[in-house]
């Protein structure tokens, strides 16, 4: 049986995520080029909400010579291209998250150390889908971000 190593399973689950942007890029007749395709693999790495800052960050630690304007204009492409999607978690930030075909996910936010947890729920979908119903309402998508503060200590000790 062949091993298949860490870095050649990253590279094939996100392989949906490159042919994607592939074709988004012709279809805009957009070329894709070393840099931004640097830029995407670190934004895909890092797993999380990713500020164009974190992630101009991540580029300068892994020796990429990368302008701010650069990671920007990257990260809107990828949400025009419905990869990524921009989110503000009420600190004035906003932050960028891949969007997984099929997948979906609401946000409990910590007010107190900015902590984001996503989370599902089946129940919260259907009830969801019930109250568009009950409105003759079809919908599309929806976000649901939850804010709050986590039982933490650390945060309980900040609020005393």
Avoid at 46 to 53: D, G, Q
Avoid at 138 to 156: I, M, Q, W, Y
Wanted: hydrophobic share 40%; with cysteine; glycine share 6%.
């Amino acid at each position: 049986m062949k091993s298949v190593k860490t870095s050649e399973r990253k590279v094939d689950s996100h392989r949906w995520f490159s042919e994607a942007l592939d074709q988004y890029l012709a279809k805009k007749h957009l070329k894709q080029t070393k840099q931004r395709q640097a830029i995407v693999q670190l934004f895909l790495e890092l797993k999380t909400h990713v500020s164009a800052e974190a992630l101009r960050a991540a580029a300068q630690g892994a020796g990429l010579d990368v302008g701010l304007a650069t990671i920007y204009r990257t990260l809107n492409l990828l949400a025009e291209a419905g990869l990524a999607e921009q989110k503000q978690f009420g600190d004035g930030h906003f932050v960028y998250e891949i969007v997984r075909p099929g997948a979906h996910h609401d946000h409990l936010i910590c007010l107190d150390c900015g902590k984001v947890l996503e989370f599902e729920n089946a129940e919260i979908e259907r009830l969801q889908e019930k109250v568009a119903a009950l409105h003759e309402f079809r919908l599309t998508s929806h976000r649901l971000d939850l804010f709050g503060h986590c039982l933490k200590k650390v945060c309980a000790n900040r609020r005393d």
